[in-house]
């Protein structure tokens, strides 16, 4: 019986062994599997995502061209494309961008805003969206509405302090400030100018500008 015992409890033991590097061996299938396919999906979307940067790149420069040349109905039909077939990619933001100075020399400035915002909210790379913001100020320069430049002006700055349009914006919020009969903020903005960026082209502007302001100044 003891034997017999024994032998039964070899046998089970044997059955378990087998039993478990029968499963070993499903779950190390499994695993191959699940991993061959995070792979493959991997490298598809790699693959996919380097075919439509390429082919968004493309079609912008397409667009580019036509713009160029005048043609911005073309223009502005390959932009549409861009933005509609390759929303996730970076050459959808820059044909947002393109749109918008499109429609801005339409002087469709309503339309031109809306998409510029989009740019600043959700735009990729993040390097876009300055340029967004600096498109912003020049549609309510062309409008005439310099309050809103003003505030826009001063976002711009706040963001964006190191940023190589950053001296342009200075100016052209002192400017802004003057046009608005806000000389005293217009002289404080020029004098910044001089402080932050000595020794720059953009000093002697603001310098320039100021001797204008104090020779109206004395006139009045």
Not at 16 to 36: G, P, Q, R, Y
Not at 44 to 56: E, G, L, V, Y
Not at 164 to 187: H, P, Q, R, T, W
Request: include cysteine.
């Amino acid at each position: 019986m003891n034997f017999t015992a024994q032998n039964k409890s070899v046998r089970e033991i044997i059955s378990e062994i087998i039993l478990k590097l029968f499963e070993n061996k499903i779950k190390l299938f499994t695993v191959m599997v699940l991993s061959a396919v995070i792979i493959f999906t991997a490298l598809f979307i790699f693959w996919r995502s380097n075919t439509a940067d390429r082919a968004s790149s493309e079609k912008f420069w397409e667009a580019c061209v036509f713009f160029d040349s005048g043609d911005s109905i073309r223009a502005i039909t390959s932009v549409d494309e861009v933005i509609s077939r390759f929303s996730k990619t970076p050459a959808s933001y820059q044909a947002r961008l393109l749109k918008a100075d499109i429609l801005i020399s339409r002087l469709k400035y309503d339309e031109a805003i809306k998409i510029l915002k989009e740019i600043l909210d959700t735009g990729k790379p993040n390097a876009i969206k300055p340029l967004a913001s600096s498109e912003i100020i020049y549609v309510y320069d062309s409008k005439r509405d310099y309050p809103a430049a003003i505030l826009a002006s001063n976002e711009f700055i706040k963001k964006y302090p190191n940023h190589f349009l950053v001296k342009d914006i200075y100016l052209n919020l002192a400017e802004y400030y003057f046009l608005s009969g806000l000389k005293e903020d217009a002289v404080r903005v020029f004098n910044e100018v001089l402080v932050k960026f000595p020794a720059t082209p953009e000093a002697q502007k603001a310098r320039d500008r100021l001797d204008y302001i104090n020779k109206i100044n004395k006139g009045n």
